[in-house]
């Protein structure tokens, strides 16, 4: 009997479908090695040497595996065929003891797809252990031990204690803040835009146009416009100016429209390059709101029930067998015209990229997303059409589009105008049949034009708008930045996501966009000031290619850890001596001791105390929490009438019984907008959470009135339906009532 050890009891319950009775698949439920918990576990004075221990989680599962490697005629380590992967194999062999005496023979195989052909080509071509791959692996953990529990303490003392910092989560912090503060200082400005709405005569079919230019001068924000001279005595103006925008109207309500010019071509549109790991969650944070941590779990089950290639992977690669797979789907599926010739291939952007190695695709490309909708969840359901469409895609005939740019002069009394309209028509969708999305594929259709035709003014329309300050990130735009400056790799995007949110040094708005919290901005200005290599760009993207060079072998991992690790730490231990304790005096005396008061950070926020601690203990509360007591009070509990109080945790504040512990009740404390319940006049609105931890918006008189929206409501009322505006994506205001279909500009409020 052959044992195989792999990493899930998914995958290895996948595998045992395609082996016959010489073999046990067995799984190892991850890493059975790891550093301790209790201290650093490295010994730096003999060339960093990590000291692993079998954590008491994993003991039970290791002593079962010895008891079947005993048994077996061989061991064969399959997991993962990345670094991790190829490190838990290189543990599984230290502490199942596989290389004592009485070795029992073992070898190592890998594939990229849990199918019964890849598996059995992996199993005729067993290899050793990857040493480099080893290496390569526990340098970044050594490295982020060293960090972690060496700059870790430093937070402690300087801020306050619980704090952690990490090497590459320092660096994704520091990217939201510094947004975060271009976003503070940005200075929005009024700008007009005037469009207007034409039709040729005869012709039934209207359509718009935007004011380009006015004389020989272009339109831009920043262009200032001299107009008008008899009306502004040679002052010079521009788009800026409401008054500008009326007298430029008014000019053109007395237009003559005439087509200037016309210019056809048929574009080609190619299709994207199929999934990588940054750009799967990228797109599926995109199209199906989903967190990158969300996306790569749902991925990983796709992968463990054969479903899906390895979901780790910055490759663009496709196998042969895949292409051609594709293209009889293709052919039969959609017609013999959306089919290529011959494979598009494409090229690997990332140095990084092993050519062995494969884009995610679906195992097999011939099962349709309809035909695994009864055997998967919703959510893998989802991905796996996602996947699936886009592997296709990739493989189609491009989408061939009609495309028509029409210039329109507009002769008015005091100047002429310059107009533009643009259309396009689809000849051929070609992969838009399975990959498009509407707002890109939808027709715009315009009449059939030539040069010279007179045009009719049906309409002129002005907008008053802001020129917008940089977004936020969300978790696909910081992924595609964080892949753009080669910090992390694809195994690391989504837990340093995750990570600095569960330490609460940043959040999620109602937009899922990222902010940083106050402790988050704290920890990122001390270390930006006195650790810049840790939080620096460019030194971090260098650690990432050292990494790589010792996965191929060119580089020894001890020598990188020492060349980072010398000079942090001997800034570290001068920090320590020099940098003072973060702390805001308040020019007030202690009331006890006659100390100075200082505002202080805790577990659970702010708070004030003397200066003097531990000789004196005296605290209070902030001006915020004092307000926020009185905003709760009155609150009786609903379990034995007693008053309810605020009270503050981990996950912020709330409200408890003051009869605590004889009555345990608890109660969220209701974040107000506000804004009464438009359904029952009585209630009001307040911010609420689902099971599932989505936010949404509902009346606080419920079950009594059951209404509800999901985005956060402006405080206005629909001019077209009457019911609440709120505010959405991409700066937009729009009715809560989704039959409405309202929508204007607006700016999202925090």
């Known amino acids: 009997m052959k044992l195989i050890i792999v990493e899930s009891p998914t995958k290895a319950k996948t595998i045992s479908k395609f082996l016959g009775k010489g073999f046990s698949v067995k799984s190892s439920f991850g890493h059975v090695r790891d550093l301790p918990k209790s201290d650093m576990g490295i010994d730096i004075e003999k060339d960093f040497a990590p000291h692993y221990i079998t954590p008491l989680k994993a003991k039970p599962k290791v002593a079962e595996l010895k008891q079947a490697a005993e048994k077996a005629t061989e061991v064969i380590l399959a997991s993962d065929e990345d670094r991790e992967g190829e490190a838990i194999s290189w543990h599984l062999v230290e502490a199942l003891g596989l290389e004592k005496k009485n070795k029992k023979p073992y070898s190592r195989i890998v594939f990229h797809e849990i199918t019964k052909t890849a598996i059995e080509k992996a199993l005729a071509n067993p290899r050793e252990i990857d040493l480099n791959l080893v290496d390569a692996q526990q340098a970044r953990r050594v490295l982020d031990r060293l960090v972690g529990y060496e700059l870790s303490p430093f937070l402690w003392k300087k801020i306050r204690r619980g704090l952690s910092a990490g090497r590459v989560q320092s660096v994704a912090l520091r990217l939201i803040v510094e947004r975060e503060r271009e976003i503070e200082k940005f200075a929005k400005e009024e700008f007009w835009t005037i469009g207007a709405k034409l039709k040729k005569a005869g012709d039934p079919l209207e359509f718009d146009s935007a004011l380009l230019q006015i004389g020989e001068e272009k339109i831009d924000q920043s262009i200032t416009l001299q107009l008008f001279a008899g009306d502004y005595k040679t002052k010079k103006t521009s788009l800026s100016s409401k008054k500008a925008t009326e007298i430029i109207t008014a000019d053109l309500e007395k237009a003559a429209y005439s087509v200037l010019d016309l210019i056809k071509k048929e574009t080609l549109r190619t299709p994207p390059a199929p999934f990588t790991t940054s750009t799967l969650q990228q797109t599926a944070i995109n199209n199906l709101g989903w967190s990158a941590k969300q996306t790569m779990m749902t991925a990983q089950k796709l992968y463990e029930l054969g479903h899906i290639t390895y979901m780790r992977t910055d490759s663009l690669n496709l196998s042969l067998e895949s292409l051609m797979a594709c293209q009889k789907t293709i052919t039969k599926e959609f017609g013999k015209e959306y089919a290529l010739e011959s494979p598009r291939y494409f090229k690997n952007k990332s140095k990084s990229a092993q050519e062995a190695h494969e884009a995610i695709r679906p195992t097999f490309p011939n099962i349709l997303p309809k035909e695994l909708e009864g055997s998967l969840d919703p959510g893998q359901a989802k991905l796996y059409r996602l996947i699936w469409n886009r592997t296709l895609a990739c493989q189609m005939q491009p989408a061939r589009l009609n495309s028509v740019k029409v210039d329109i002069a507009a002769k008015a009394k005091k100047n002429s105008y310059l107009l533009r309209a643009n259309g396009s028509t689809i000849i051929f969708d070609g992969f838009l049949k399975v990959y498009g999305e509407k707002s890109k594929t939808a027709e715009t259709f315009l009449p059939a034009l030539k040069i010279g035709d007179p045009l009719t003014l049906v309409d002129l329309i002005s907008l008053q708008k802001f020129t917008q300050s940089p977004p936020r990130y969300n978790e696909a735009t910081l ?161 034995c009438g007693a008053p309810m109080i605020v009270k503050r945790g981990r996950f912020g504040p709330f409200l408890a019984c003051s009869k605590y512990p004889e009555c345990k009740n608890i109660m969220n404390i209701e974040q107000k907008t506000g804004i009464k319940c438009p359904k029952c006049q009585v209630g009001d609105i307040i911010a609420r959470k689902s099971k599932k931890g989505k936010m949404f918006y509902g009346c606080n008189k419920y079950p009594a009135c059951d209404f509800v929206m999901w985005n956060k409501p402006t405080g206005e009322m629909c001019p077209k339906c009457a019911q609440p505006l709120a505010f959405a994506a991409k700066g937009k205001i729009k009715c809560g ?14």
């Open 737 to 750: 009532n989704k039959d409405c279909g309202f929508e204007k500009d607006g700016e999202m409020k925090d």
């Open 479 to 639: 992924v595609k930045v964080l892949e753009e400056h080669g910090i992390g790799r694809p195994s690391t995007y989504a837990p340093t996501i995750s990570t600095v949110i569960e330490r609460k040094y940043i959040d999620k708005n109602e937009d899922k966009r990222l902010y940083p919290l106050e402790i988050g901005m704290l920890v990122n200005d001390l270390l930006v000031e006195h650790f810049p290599e840790i939080v620096g760009i460019e030194f971090t993207a260098t650690i990432e290619k050292d990494f790589d060079e010792i996965a191929e072998g060119r580089k020894g991992w001890v020598p990188v850890i020492r060349q980072f690790y010398e000079p942090f730490h001997k800034n570290l231990e001068s920090k320590t001596k020099t940098v003072k304790k973060e702390e805001e005096k308040l020019d007030r005396k202690c009331p006890l001791c006659e100390g100075e008061l200082v505002l202080k950070f805790g577990r659970f926020g702010k708070f004030i105390a003397c200066s003097t601690y531990p000789t004196c203990k005296y605290t209070e509360k902030t001006d915020s929490e004092k307000k926020e007591d009185e905003e709760n009070s009155g609150i009786i509990c609903d379990k």
